[in-house]
């Protein structure tokens, strides 16, 4: 296969992004990648307002595929596809995406590539690390948390996932309730250095199930109710909030540990392959990484967390998807539509509510 130049966009959420990559399926260049974030637009509603993402994106987009283009030191007619993120997601801005993408291939008379953003998320460790399938994901994220094991550009097979708040979702509402600053994921991570993560004893929710679900939004009402007794004239003590950070992170840790075990050992029965990739913003939480590199070791399997950049919504993932699905998928065309939820494996059962950041998948 000859090298080609994609052009990938992404909207799925609060970030519009573009980037330009260059390769084949396993040795792939990112030539530009360029993120235009919205978090001060949605900064003071306390989570992502759809209809503010949906005309944000529509604005940013040609601006940031026209930045992309630049730093790629490349032009429109370089360009051999267009890859864009059709789902899951804000249903807005998943359009505005799309349409983009759709002018830019039927101008251009170029191929369109409708692409999951998860499996753009999940085929990442390829672009980043040329892992071989079959490999072991856990995608972590606001909007996503699922185990994943991926044997092909298209064949992704879900063991569990969470079964209502995604946990940087739990990072985000607990650092409110906490007074900490949004997103919750950092400051939470930098206040716990200061705190006893053994002070409050909180739940661990649904260690005592088998199988890999997860569950967060009861860990954030103990926090809840632990902050409420703690409250001295509506306020928090300094050492207090540095507790229940580090109490809360600790608890998120054991879950996704333990439940990561439990994954391993599934994979394990399918494959002699023994690597555990992540993906997601929650994968920068350095304890979390930490756990997750250790409960590896236990199962001598590599451990395989891209660069932060490629971790967190970017397009490069989703042109990469594109080039690694287009040796066994005809492209999209026109009739391409965007789909607010698009689970990837078809054959899991659905997953239950709609997080802060859209549909869960
Ligand atoms: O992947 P991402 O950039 O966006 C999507 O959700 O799609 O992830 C953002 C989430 C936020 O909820 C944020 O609080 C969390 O990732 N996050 C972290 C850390 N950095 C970001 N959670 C825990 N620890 C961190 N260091
Ligand atoms: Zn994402």
Known sequence: MTALTILGIESSCDDTAAAVLRGQAGAA?????????????HASFGGVVPEIAARAHAEKLDICVRQALEQSGLGLEAIDAVAVTAGPGLIGGVVSGVMCAKGIALARNRPLYGVNHLAGHALTPRLTDGVAFPYLMLLVSGG??????????DDFRRLGGTIDDAPGEAFDKVARLIALPQPGGPSIEARAKFGDAKRFKLPRPLLDRAGCDMSFSGLKTAVLRQRDSLLVDGALAAQDQADLAASFQAAVVDVLAEKTRRALVEYATLTNMRSICVAGGVAANMAIRGALKNVAAEFNASFIAPPLALCTDNAAMIAYAALEQMGTRAPDGMTLSARPRWPLDQTAPAMLGSGKKGAKA
Do not use: A, K, M
């Open 29 to 41: 260049e990112v030539l530009s990648s360029v993120v235009l974030s919205q978090t001060d637009l």
């Open 144 to 153: 996503h948390c699922q185990f994943l094991i991926v044997s092909g550009p």
